[in-house]
């Protein structure tokens, strides 16, 4: 018995009122290390104990704040400066839309900062395990007693006199509360891993079953089987039976400006290049020949497809017959497609179109570099 | 914890209470009267804002009393008599009104059968917004108040004596009849007197609207005179500040709530972009209105949010004291942003007028004549209620 090592003594009481007087005599008799234990909340008991208020206030206020603040900041940047969207006719930074979801980061950083909190500086987490524990006395106070434990650790505590001062509170009973021989860690129990795998194991399935098995199942598909039109599917409410609709005649895309050319072969004389061959608009026509043109025409220009063979081979645009092409012909090319090339006007946009071309005659040109040229090579 | 005995000693009220009462109102009666002589329409807006607001603090402090019975509180029965002398002004509705009725056509343009005749929207709510109807419907919810009034308080009185526990048992079952016809009933008047000015516009969250403010004003109401008494001495001794804090947070939390409704309100319409609804917030928007819209978001919510949030501001006596004639004032703000806008001739921005004064003035000395009234009349503590003991005894 006596090398066990004491963590404090009890009284229990079974009246609120009595634990009250007795939380103020604890208080008033210079304790520290002490605290009282009861089933529920009662009223009074922070004056009788003169606690201190507490300051996980602050917490909830810190941390409710810099919600508010975050919830802006983030739709802010994101809906007015990355990737600004016009949503329902709004300005891009509405601030009645954004209060909503203000107001529930506010709730949920300042809610869940405040239990963090409480866990990590007012339970003494990570540890598990107490002397109360497992007691009779704890027992007790979380069925219809309350207690008082004062704490071996108080600079006033002693064995015998501290008994008998909680002894003169006229308890119903007291008791002393030695620290467990051993340290037990009931985490790592069997039982209790046993319990968590198998709540693991079920919630997986439930989730499961929920997501691919319910949800297809009459009545809870409600969501998969819409009264709507899905993309590219047919409608029997519209009487040519297509699901999408078809733009009023003579309309144009915002835009899009109609080729009047189509069906001419050569419409040469109207079509100017509006563009000089800047460095941006070559640097430009690049990107797109590579993207689009490259895969048949190869890299250069040179009809070397990179397609091995699954689509005919285009004649090099190196040949007299290519070179001698006007640029507007050339935009008419890529515009309307010619032999088995397609038309390209709904991947390039007209500026792009004419970067192409600037830079297919940039190839043309070196690949037909003559000697003078090097001259201007050399200047430079 | 336990006062075996209750001891409590009836004191009457200082004697200047009913001359500032009875001051106020014969002053704002006479200024009411040339008001109305001098510019008749607005004289008659600004009555409905004061109407509106008595309303308010009557029906208002009644649901306060079914409250405390319905959700069974300790805390409030020790100063359950000041929330009963703010109700008692409840069958004074029925009198008031009558000038409101004289000048119907002054106020609701759905009451001229040649403007409904040419409006299909008017003809199609002519159904409900008619003038019998009008009048009937005025009638039945200021009797249905008086008439849960006079059992509340019957019962609550009959209880000094008695001490007879059944009676807190007929009030809670009167309490959950009462609760969902105040619902139904602040619905209506809110419709009928603040929405129905402009009868083209619709809100269907007006009715929690007009309740949130309501029950603002009823609960700013008794916190400062349960302030001004216990100070003075007239409540019981062991009300602590505790008690306070009840009335604080309870403040604070429908400080919250009208928030909540009010931006509720605007979201709806702002989002929905509808012509047919928000012009009457662009109505608020006109000329130095536009001041008064953002006025109410800092005067009703931001300054009482601010004001009550922590936790001993709540129990402060002093701040709470502040904070309910604000919130008074703000109610009655509330109400003429509400109101005036719909004035033909301030429909463009507002322009000072004493009349706008002359109203709130009679409200309150009428208030706090029925008040002292009471107070002569009955004991200021329910000494009878067997739940009072444990109010007193209540403890944070």
Not at chain 1, 95 to 102: C, E, H, Q, Y
Request: with cysteine; hydrophobic share 50%; proline share 6%.
């Amino acid at each position: 018995m006596t090398d066990k090592k004491i963590f404090g003594v009890t009284a229990l009481f079974n009246d609120p009122n009595a634990i009250i007087a007795a939380a103020r005599k604890v208080a008033s008799s210079g304790f520290t290390k002490w605290d009282v234990n009861s089933p529920y909340p009662i009223h009074g008991i922070d004056k009788a104990m003169k606690m201190k208020p507490s300051k996980l206030g602050i917490v909830t206020l810190i941390f409710g704040l810099s919600g508010a603040a975050l919830a802006l900041i983030l739709m802010w940047w994101t809906m007015s400066v990355d990737y600004p969207m016009i949503i329902g006719g709004k300005p891009y930074f509405s601030l009645p839309a954004f209060i909503p979801v203000t107001f529930e980061i506010t709730v949920i950083m300042a809610t869940l900062s405040t239990v963090v909190a409480m866990f990590a500086f007012f339970f003494g987490l990570p540890r598990n395990s107490h002397a109360l524990h497992d007691t009779d006395y704890m027992k007790k106070v979380s069925r219809d007693h309350y207690g008082i434990v004062i704490e071996a650790t108080d600079p006033n505590f002693d064995e015998k006199a501290t008994l008998q001062f909680l002894k003169d509170l006229k308890p119903l009973s007291t008791e002393i509360i030695y620290h467990s021989e051993k340290e037990t860690y009931p985490i790592f129990e069997p039982r209790f891993i046993g319990l968590l795998l198998g709540v693991a194991v079920v919630v997986s399935i439930g989730t499961y079953l929920m997501l691919n098995k319910l949800m297809y199942i009459v009545p809870f598909d409600w969501m998969d089987k819409q009264a709507k039109v899905i993309p590219q599917s047919g409608s029997e409410f519209f009487a040519d039976g297509r699901g999408m609709r078809l733009p009023v005649e003579g309309t144009v895309a915002k835009g899009f400006i109609p080729y009047p050319f189509e069906g001419q072969t050569n419409p040469t004389e109207v079509l100017s290049n509006p563009y000089f061959p800047t460095k941006e608009s070559l640097e430009l026509g690049e990107r797109k020949f590579l993207t689009y043109c490259s895969p048949c025409h190869g890299n250069y220009g040179d009809g070397d497809s990179r397609l091995a063979g699954q689509f005919p081979n285009p004649p090099t645009l190196h040949s007299d017959r290519a070179r001698s092409f006007s640029d507007g012909m050339i935009y008419h090319i890529i515009t309307v497609g010619q032999n088995v090339m397609p038309s390209y006007a709904s991947q390039v946009t007209r500026d792009e179109r004419w970067a192409i071309v600037n830079y297919i005659r940039a190839l043309q040109r070196a690949k037909n570099a003559t000697d003078s040229d090097l001259n201007f090579v050399k200047a430079e | 914890m336990h006062n075996n005995e209750l001891t409590y000693q009836r004191k009457d009220l200082p004697s200047s209470i009913s001359k500032i009462g009875m001051t106020l109102l014969i002053v704002g009666i006479i200024l009411g009267v040339a008001a109305f002589f001098v510019d008749h329409t607005r004289a008659v807006y600004n009555y409905l804002i004061a109407f509106t607001f008595m309303i308010s603090i009557g029906v208002g402090a009644l649901f306060l009393i079914a409250l405390e019975y319905i959700v069974g509180a300790d805390w409030s029965v020790p100063i359950r008599r000041v929330v009963e002398f703010f109700a008692a002004t409840i069958p004074l509705l029925a009198l008031l009104v009558i000038p409101l009725l004289f000048n119907i056509g002054e106020l609701f343009h759905w009451s001229h059968p040649e403007a409904v005749a040419e409006d299909e929207i008017l003809n199609a709510k002519a159904p409900y917004l008619n003038v019998t109807f009008f009048i009937i419907r005025v009638f039945v919810l200021i009797g249905l108040w008086s008439l849960f009034y006079f059992f509340f308080m019957r019962n609550s009185k009959k209880q000094d004596t008695t001490k007879d526990q059944k009676l807190t048992t007929i009030n809670i079952r009167l309490s959950a009849i009462f609760i969902p016809i105040f619902a139904f009933t602040i619905t209506i008047s809110a419709i009928d007197w603040l929405m129905s000015i402009e009868p083209h516009w619709f809100s269907t969250i007006i009715g929690v609207y007009f309740f949130a403010g309501t029950v603002i004003a009823a609960l700013a109401a008794v916190t400062l005179a349960t302030v001004l008494l216990k100070e003075n001495g007239y409540l019981h001794p062991a009300m602590t500040n505790d008690h306070l804090y009840s009335l604080g947070a309870l403040l604070f939390a429908f400080v919250n709530f009208w928030g909540y409704i009010a931006f509720s309100q605007y979201m709806l319409i702002w989002y929905a972009d509808l012509p047919e609804e928000t012009f009457w917030f662009m109505q608020k928007w006109e000329g130095s209105w536009a001041i008064f819209s953002i006025g109410l978001i800092i005067i009703k919510f931001l300054v009482p949010y601010i004001t009550l949030v922590s936790q001993p501001a709540k129990m402060d006596p002093r701040k709470l004291k502040f904070i309910s004639i604000w919130l008074l004032f703000a109610h009655f703000y509330d109400l003429f942003w509400f109101v005036m806008p719909e004035m033909e001739e301030l429909s463009g921005g507002y322009s000072f007028s004493w009349i706008d004064l002359v109203f709130p003035i009679a409200a309150v000395g009428l208030i706090i004549l029925v008040f002292n009234m009471k107070a002569k009349k009955e004991n200021l503590i329910p000494i009878g209620d067997p739940k009072l003991q444990r109010g007193l005894d209540f403890h944070l």
